[in-house]
């Protein structure tokens, strides 16, 4: 084999990862296998619960990257403050509190907006993320919402409530509210 054919070979091999790159991002997920710059977007969610529509400033955590950060090494999070873990389609994971420091409540919503449970979940103080418990819900759901521990209750939300946020069309809250 003479070096010119080396140099072809190898020039056909960058091409065609060079041809990987765009198709990944139209796989399923294929863009969390592209680099992630790490930023993160936020939306004004509202949350329908008992006393009517209330406001609340959500971080996205959209790509793979992002969920698996989550709120971890945070120290507060603001009283009206969360993070919507959203879904490319119905998932049943489970999320545990490895390195996040904030005792939290966390809201399963269906592909509707529907809250199907909630849960709370204390730190975990553990070096070993094996140690720590997860929490894994019996229904399956389109996206996470995750406040400061005791929110739920304190501003009337609960399951079968109802969750809207712009955009990717998740959470329309459409037909009746709970009441």
């Given at each position: 084999?003479?070096?010119?054919?080396?140099m072809?070979?190898?020039?056909?091999?960058?091409l065609?990862?060079?041809?990987?790159?765009?198709?990944?991002?139209?796989?399923?997920?294929?863009?969390?296998?592209?680099?992630?710059?790490?930023?993160?977007?936020s939306?004004?969610?509202?949350?329908?619960?008992?006393?009517?529509?209330?406001?609340?400033?959500?971080?996205?955590a959209?790509t793979?990257?992002?969920?698996?950060?989550?709120?971890?090494?945070?120290?507060?999070?603001?009283?009206?403050?969360?993070?919507?873990?959203?879904?490319?389609?119905?998932?049943?994971?489970?999320?545990?509190?490895?390195?996040t420091?904030?005792?939290?409540?966390?809201?399963?919503?269906?592909?509707?907006?529907?809250?199907?449970?909630?849960?709370?979940?204390?730190?975990?103080t553990?070096?070993?993320?094996?140690?720590?418990p997860?929490t894994?819900?019996?229904?399956?759901?389109?996206?996470?919402?995750?406040?400061?521990?005791?929110?739920?209750?304190?501003?009337?939300?609960?399951?079968?409530?109802?969750?809207?946020?712009?955009?990717?069309?998740?959470?329309?809250?459409?037909?009746e509210?709970?009441?």
């Open positions: 084999m003479s070096v010119m054919d080396g072809d070979r190898n020039r056909r091999r960058l065609q990862g060079m041809l990987a790159i765009p198709l990944a991002a139209l796989l399923p997920n294929g863009r969390d296998l592209l680099a992630d710059d790490g930023a993160i977007n939306a004004i969610l509202t949350l329908h619960g008992a006393r009517g529509p209330q406001r609340l400033s959500a971080e996205l959209v793979n990257a992002q969920r698996r950060r989550g709120l971890m090494e945070r120290e507060s999070l603001a009283a009206d403050a969360g993070m919507l873990f959203v879904y490319p389609r119905p998932t049943s994971g489970s999320f545990w509190m490895y390195r420091r904030i005792p939290l409540d966390i809201a399963f919503i269906d592909a509707d907006g529907r809250i199907g449970e909630i849960h709370h979940m204390q730190p975990c553990s070096d070993s993320p094996q140690a720590c997860q894994r819900p019996d229904v399956s759901y389109r996206a996470a919402l995750e406040v400061n521990a005791g929110y739920f209750a304190e501003h009337g939300v609960g399951v079968g409530d109802c969750v809207s946020w712009p955009g990717d069309g998740g959470g329309q809250c459409q037909g509210m709970k009441s």
